[in-house]
């Protein structure tokens, strides 16, 4: 059974930062491409941040130079660290998961984590 369980998010003030995690179980982990998607409230959910088992990451450029996307694959952990953080951050954030193999596997979501960027 797959399990990806987002945590870390909550209210934070314009240019503060926050940390989420996202723990991951039922699948090999280090062969997965792992990512962060956010979706707001009337808009489609967007690819936030990338990294594939090898350490390489892609950012949509509206996050580049503010958030860091890192994994742990002895825990099992993909993380996103948030650094000054917008109101345009506000969303629900959630953790993918997807391996290529014969082609690119099943999309894995978890049920999301909220991030409010408020004063």
């Known amino acids: 059974q797959v399990q990806l369980v987002e945590s870390g998010g909550g209210l934070v003030q314009p240019g503060g930062s926050l940390r989420l995690s996202c723990a991951a179980s039922?699948?090999?982990?280090?062969?997965?491409?792992m990512g962060w998607y956010r979706q707001a409230p009337g808009k489609q959910r967007e690819l936030v941040a990338q990294i594939n088992s090898g350490g390489t990451t892609n950012y949509t450029d509206s996050v580049k130079g503010r958030f860091a996307i890192s994994r742990d694959n002895a825990k099992k952990i993909v993380y996103l660290q948030m650094d000054s953080l917008e109101a345009d951050d506000t969303a629900v954030y959630y953790c993918?998961?997807?391996?290529?193999?014969?082609?690119?596997?099943?999309?894995?979501w978890g049920q999301g984590t909220q991030v409010t960027v408020s004063s």
């Open positions: 039922g699948i090999t982990f280090s062969l997965y491409k």
């Open positions: 993918n998961a997807r391996r290529f193999s014969r082609g690119w596997g099943p999309d894995h």
